[in-house]
């Protein structure tokens, strides 16, 4: 979903959502495109409260350079512009925080191919598993279904952590999860701490999402003869990952039947196509023509998840 499909309903006033602790990583952290230029610039003729709220979690050393851009003279079209410009750089944290149902209704229907599971299962079961770009979760909790140890969700986004950690508080086998910040050049284990490393539809070849860096972290945290997963992966990174030694997985699809989302309701899925896939009007068309819960993966335009590559370490 890198390209902007979405319709992006969300104003400057609903970065109060984030607490300071996460304001602060944010303001530290550049994947976020919070750079301290056009933050100024969009938070100009803004009330006191969202001025305040920037100012207090830059760190000192920035502060002075943030009021002189504050008060730098620009056109009120120029300041829309940038404006605009970072609420759609935050909008995936910004559903995260304010809209976390309509997330849940959005990515609770995209089932993997249940063979996946029941092939994973047999190097889950007993082990001790890192998720890696966890998200709110999804693998995470398969992993313990399929009898892991213990699991280790890192995931950099603050927002999807609090899903997950909202998630785990009703779990009856949350203490077999630690959940932590990390990325994938960064993670938060000691060297071959864990028998398996997975990342489901969140590891690619591109660096700022794994890439080589990514892999040397995964290959540093996994024991020897351990293997790593990386399921559902996209299809420009299927020679970057046979390069890298994976082996292609690929289980078949029942003749005749296309994988689809599966969305609670209609109401749901049309919910989630007008917020998600607004630019995308083949998909609302679709619903309103089929009129049923369900969206074909060749609709969406992106594959279905019936494949993983894994390597053994």
Same mark, same amino acid.
């Given at each position: 979903?890198?390209e902007v499909l979405f319709?992006?309903?969300?104003?400057?006033?609903?970065? +109060?959502?984030?607490?300071?602790?996460?304001?602060?990583?944010?303001?530290?952290? &550049?994947?976020?495109?919070?750079?301290?230029?056009?933050?100024?610039? $969009?938070?100009? %003729?803004?009330?006191?409260?969202?001025?305040?709220?920037?100012?207090?979690?830059?760190?000192?050393?920035?502060? $002075?350079?943030?009021?002189?851009?504050?008060?730098? !003279?620009?056109?009120?079209?120029?300041?829309? &512009?940038?404006?605009?410009?970072?609420?759609?750089? +935050?909008?995936?944290?910004?559903?995260?925080?304010?809209?976390?149902?309509?997330?849940?209704?959005?990515?609770? =229907?995209? %089932?993997?191919?249940?063979?996946?599971?029941?092939?994973?299962?047999?190097?889950?079961?007993?082990?001790?598993?890192?998720?890696?770009? *966890? =998200?709110?979760?999804?693998?995470?909790?398969?992993?313990?279904?399929? =009898?892991?140890?213990?699991?280790?969700?890192?995931?950099?986004?603050?927002?999807?952590?609090?899903?997950?950690?909202?998630?785990? *508080?009703?779990?009856?086998?949350?203490?077999?999860?630690?959940?932590?910040?990390?990325?994938?050049? %960064?993670?938060?284990?000691?060297?071959?701490?864990?028998?398996?490393?997975?990342?489901?539809?969140?590891?690619? *070849?591109?660096?700022?999402?794994?890439?080589?860096?990514?892999?040397?972290?995964?290959?540093?945290?996994?024991? !020897?003869?351990?293997?790593?997963?990386?399921?559902?992966?996209?299809?420009?990174?299927?020679?970057?990952?046979?390069?890298?030694?994976?082996?292609?997985?690929? +289980?078949?699809?029942?003749?005749?039947?296309?994988?689809?989302?599966?969305?609670?309701?209609?109401?749901?899925?049309?919910?989630?196509?007008?917020?998600?896939?607004?630019?995308?009007?083949?998909?609302?068309?679709?619903?309103?023509?089929?009129?049923?819960? /369900?969206? !074909?993966?060749?609709?969406?335009?992106?594959? !279905?998840?019936?494949d993983y590559?894994?390597? /053994?370490?």
């Amino acid at each position: 979903m890198s390209e902007v499909l979405f319709d992006n309903p969300f104003k400057l006033e609903d970065l +109060l959502v984030f607490d300071d602790a996460t304001m602060g990583d944010m303001l530290q952290n &550049e994947s976020f495109g919070l750079k301290l230029k056009e933050l100024a610039h $969009s938070a100009q %003729n803004m009330p006191a409260p969202i001025i305040e709220h920037f100012k207090r979690n830059l760190p000192t050393s920035k502060k $002075s350079h943030f009021l002189k851009e504050l008060r730098r !003279p620009l056109p009120k079209k120029a300041v829309e &512009e940038v404006r605009q410009q970072m609420l759609d750089n +935050l909008f995936w944290e910004l559903t995260y925080w304010k809209t976390p149902e309509l997330y849940e209704e959005l990515t609770a =229907g995209e %089932n993997l191919h249940p063979g996946i599971s029941q092939q994973l299962g047999q190097i889950l079961q007993d082990k001790i598993v890192l998720d890696a770009g *966890a =998200g709110s979760g999804r693998a995470s909790f398969e992993c313990l279904k399929q =009898g892991a140890k213990q699991v280790f969700a890192v995931e950099p986004s603050p927002g999807l952590r609090h899903i997950m950690a909202q998630k785990l *508080a009703e779990h009856p086998a949350a203490q077999r999860v630690t959940l932590a910040q990390g990325r994938f050049d %960064n993670l938060p284990l000691d060297d071959h701490s864990v028998d398996v490393a997975i990342s489901c539809s969140a590891f690619t *070849a591109e660096p700022e999402q794994g890439g080589e860096p990514g892999l040397a972290e995964l290959k540093r945290v996994t024991r !020897p003869g351990g293997k790593i997963v990386i399921i559902w992966p996209r299809r420009e990174d299927h020679a970057w990952l046979k390069a890298q030694g994976f082996k292609y997985v690929r +289980l078949p699809l029942q003749k005749g039947h296309e994988m689809k989302v599966q969305f609670r309701s209609l109401g749901s899925a049309l919910r989630c196509a007008r917020r998600f896939y607004y630019k995308n009007r083949t998909v609302l068309h679709y619903l309103l023509k089929h009129r049923r819960p /369900e969206i !074909p993966f060749s609709i969406l335009g992106f594959n !279905p998840p019936h494949d993983y590559c894994i390597l /053994e370490v």
